[in-house]
Structure formats: C-alpha cells, structure tokens
C-alpha cells in the first residue's frame, strides 16, 4: 500500500536557519509529490509540487524540495528561516491515472524561535 | 473567485444528532474531495467526486456518512447519529480534471459533546 513517512512531529530552528523538512514515500508507480502548509485552525495551503520534468522544485515563500527517485525522498528545506513559517507541513502524493485523491503523511509542526 | 468555501466553519453538536456541511468548490472545477482530519495528523481521505458522480468512498467513510454532490457544483456532507469520534476537521478541496493540484477550503471543525 502507498504511505508517506515524514520523519519528525517537530523541528525546531532558530529564525534564520535551514529548514530540512523530511519526507519518504513508499510506491511501487512514480508518484506526484506535493508539499502543504497548515496555519492553525485554516485549510491547507500548496507550497509546491513535483509531476515530471526538473527534480528540483522551487515553491512559493523560498521553500524549494527535490525529488529523489533511488532515495524515494522529497525532502522540504528552506535555507533561512523565518518567524512566519512556523505552521505545520504536510507531504502527500497521488498517482497519474488515479482519482487524484492525495495520501498525506503524518504531519511535521515546524518551531522558529527567535 | 474566492477559492473553495466550506460552511460552517465550526459546529458543536451533542452525540446523537445529525450535522450536514456544505463545500462551495472552485468553479468550473470538475473534481471534489472530503478529507476528515483530527488533531496531530494528516488529512485522510473520505470520497471523490466527478462532477455529480461519486466515483471512490474511503473504508473511512461509515454508513452514518453520506454525501452528495446534486448538478456537480456544490457538495454536502452529512454525518447521521453522531459519534464522539466523528470530532475532527473535515476539508473539502477541488481540482480541475487536467490538473494535479488539489485546492483547500478552510474546512468545518465538528465537536460532538
């Protein structure tokens, strides 16, 4: 069965530090990958995406994950963080020919201290 | 466009009633999901929908749970004799049919006391 594994329910980073936001994927069919911001009692908000072409992806708010097919990996990192991101990031896929449904990992709450 | 709207955005309901939330997706979005989300975790899908057609219904989804989707434009979902455990955020989104990305709304917030 398809599942994300995001490694870690909390990080915590000092305002201006990298942010590395972990995220594996089990699937045995490429996936599209997608990571989501969560600000409390709000919906969810798409940072970025990966479906084909360049592995590398650039999201909104300078965030930026890549795709790494023989890890099964894509992992979120911003390189200095700031108070605004803290929230909770979700990482989820779904699959080409499917109904589009997405499969969400467990969440990572992400802390900025100042 | 505004995005997705869902109502209401929190209901308190005593066990045993009945709730119904309604989800205004993007327009001319095609596709419509229900995720149920309850606290520390991710999103967990409930049911899909094609313009009016049902197409999937997670295991998640009980009898208790029934939605609808009438001409293919806006969606409710009702929950029937409400459990303690029904507490959650429940979060609608839409895609168009050629596009991967799923837009959120900010979701209802159900407690059943």
């Known amino acids: 069965a398809q599942s994300v594994t995001q490694l870690g329910s909390h990080v915590s980073v000092s305002e201006g530090a990298l942010v590395l936001l972990r995220c594996n994927y089990s699937?045995?069919?490429?996936?599209?990958l997608f990571w989501y911001v969560q600000y409390p009692n709000q919906g969810l908000q798409l940072l970025l995406k990966?479906?084909?072409?360049?592995?590398l992806v650039k999201g909104i708010n300078g965030f930026e994950a890549e795709f790494k097919k023989s890890e099964t990996s894509f992992h979120l990192t911003k390189p200095s963080a700031h108070m605004s991101d803290a929230a909770e990031y979700f990482c989820?896929?779904?699959?080409?020919?499917?109904?589009?449904?997405?499969?969400f990992g467990q969440g990572t709450t992400l802390q900025v201290k100042p | 466009d505004t995005g997705v709207s869902q109502d209401p955005r929190h209901k308190i309901t005593k066990r045993g009633q009945n709730v119904t939330f309604r989800c205004d997706p993007i327009?001319?979005?095609?596709?419509l999901y229900w995720y149920r989300q309850t606290l520390g975790q991710g999103p967990e899908f409930l049911t899909y929908?094609?313009?009016?057609?049902?197409?999937?219904k997670s295991r998640l989804l009980s009898d208790r749970f029934s939605a609808e989707r009438p001409k293919g434009s806006f969606s409710t979902l009702e929950i029937q004799r409400t459990e303690q455990g029904d507490s959650a955020m429940y979060l609608c989104?839409?895609?168009?049919?050629?596009?991967?990305?799923?837009?959120f709304g900010q979701g209802t917030r159900l407690t059943v006391v």
């Open positions: 989104a839409s895609s168009p049919t050629s596009n991967t990305e799923a837009f």
């Open positions: 699937s045995s069919v490429p996936p599209y």
């Open positions: 990966y479906t084909t072409g360049a592995t």
């Open positions: 989820a896929v779904s699959y080409s020919g499917n109904t589009g449904k997405l499969i």
């Open positions: 327009s001319e979005h095609n596709r």
């Open positions: 929908f094609q313009n009016e057609a049902q197409l999937e």
